[in-house]
């Protein structure tokens, strides 16, 4: 069983490097008569490959398609067949750490597509193979040649917006996974996992190879690495802590029916049913004074030590200073509100 394929229309760069690619159907373990007509007609040899198709190529991949009764995948071959951009065909046997600037972006779809969790994807390496670009209102544009477009729109009457520079588009301008609310496109990376019933507000943000497994009101930041599980909510200007600048090396989780309350964060994996008091920022190390039902000291112990216990109420005693662990009892009964409107 190979792992993944994809027929994508691209952009390339003036020296005929790749910029970025869009697969509207990529396909998870593809099977093996699938595999077999891409074989044939791309002259596929096996391995890892991004193949530039010509459009001869890809009228005789849709028929190829169509025969063994790949109709969608026919169809888009035919679309492609006379694209006026790039067109990729990207094969990927296995999942090994990608070597090309279109795998990258397969496995970044795979993920935003749903087909594949975070973690679930190998993504070594690809920060080398995402060129740093001009994501603008006429696609994305190699920084080196961003001058010159720049000019070459307002000679013609019009004005080039740059919305980013950056080395990940925006997930929308790819997928709209079913049953998701965005308010602001930008704060969510193409690579990123938006669950079913996710709002991500205004202040939320989820980086690529992170997201949310469901139903989720998101208000603060998912980084890079980090999966909140089913019915958390993540408040106003919340952070997760990322493990890729100096956050150790812990990965992040929110388990299931969790609130991280507003400019709080959490650099321990909190278990199902936690809450953590608005403000009060959690690291592995912090000393935590776990208390019991009255109120008394039971021991101080680290935070780390907590790491995915269900059930606990963190806080900082408002009159001590001291971070503060209780069970948390009533577990959160989490706004139904909010999520009946997602
Ligand atoms: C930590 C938190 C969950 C506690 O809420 P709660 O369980 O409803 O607790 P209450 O506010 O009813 O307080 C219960 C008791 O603990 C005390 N208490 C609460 N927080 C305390 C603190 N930080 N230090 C000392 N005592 C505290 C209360 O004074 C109260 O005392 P009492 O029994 O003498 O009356 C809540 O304050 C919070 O931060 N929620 C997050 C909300 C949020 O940010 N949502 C996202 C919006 S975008």
Redesign the pocket.
């Known amino acids: 069983m190979s792992f993944a394929f994809g027929i994508g229309i691209g952009t390339q760069n003036n020296q005929g490097e790749w910029l970025e690619v869009f697969y509207q159907q990529p396909v998870m373990t593809p099977g093996s008569a699938l595999m077999e007509v891409i074989s044939n007609a791309m002259d596929f040899q096996g391995g890892n490959q991004a193949i530039s198709a010509t459009a001869e190529q890809l009228s005789q991949l849709a028929n190829a398609l169509r025969q063994v009764g790949e109709t969608d995948q026919a169809a888009l071959a035919e679309k492609a067949a006379n694209s006026k951009r790039p067109v990729a065909v990207t094969v990927l046997e296995t999942d090994d750490a990608a070597s090309s600037t279109p795998e990258v972006y397969l496995k970044l779809h795979l993920i935003s597509h749903r087909l594949a969790k975070p973690h679930g994807v190998k993504l070594d390496g690809i920060f080398g193979l995402l060129p740093n670009l001009a994501w603008t209102n006429e696609g994305a544009i190699d920084l080196n040649e961003l001058p010159a477009r720049q000019l070459q729109a307002r000679l013609e009457g019009r004005t080039l917006e740059v919305k980013s520079v950056d080395k990940f588009p925006q997930m929308t301008d790819y997928v709209v996974p079913n049953g998701v609310r965005i308010a602001d496109t930008a704060r969510v990376r193409l690579g990123a996992y938006v669950g079913e019933g996710t709002t991500v507000m205004h202040e939320g943000f989820i980086n690529f190879n992170a997201g949310t497994e469901g139903t989720s009101m998101i208000?603060g930041r998912i980084s890079a690495g980090v999966m909140v599980g089913k019915g958390s909510?993540l408040?106003?200007g919340c952070s997760t802590m990322g493990t890729l600048s100096g956050g150790g090396n812990i990965i992040i989780a929110v388990g299931e029916n969790c609130?991280i309350?507003?400019n709080a964060g959490i650099g321990i994996p909190l278990g199902d049913r936690c809450?953590v008091?608005?403000g009060l920022y959690i690291t592995a190390g912090t000393k935590v004074a776990l208390l019991d039902d009255d109120n008394k000291l039971v021991e101080v112990i680290k935070a780390r030590d907590l790491a995915n216990q269900p059930d606990l109420?963190f806080?900082?005693?408002?009159?001590t200073g001291a971070v503060e662990c209780k069970t948390n009892k009533?577990a959160i009964e989490l706004n139904e509100e909010l999520h009946a409107n997602n």
Do not use: Y
């Open positions: 208000e909510d408040g106003g609130l309350g507003a809450k008091e608005a109420l806080r900082r005693n408002s009159q009533t």
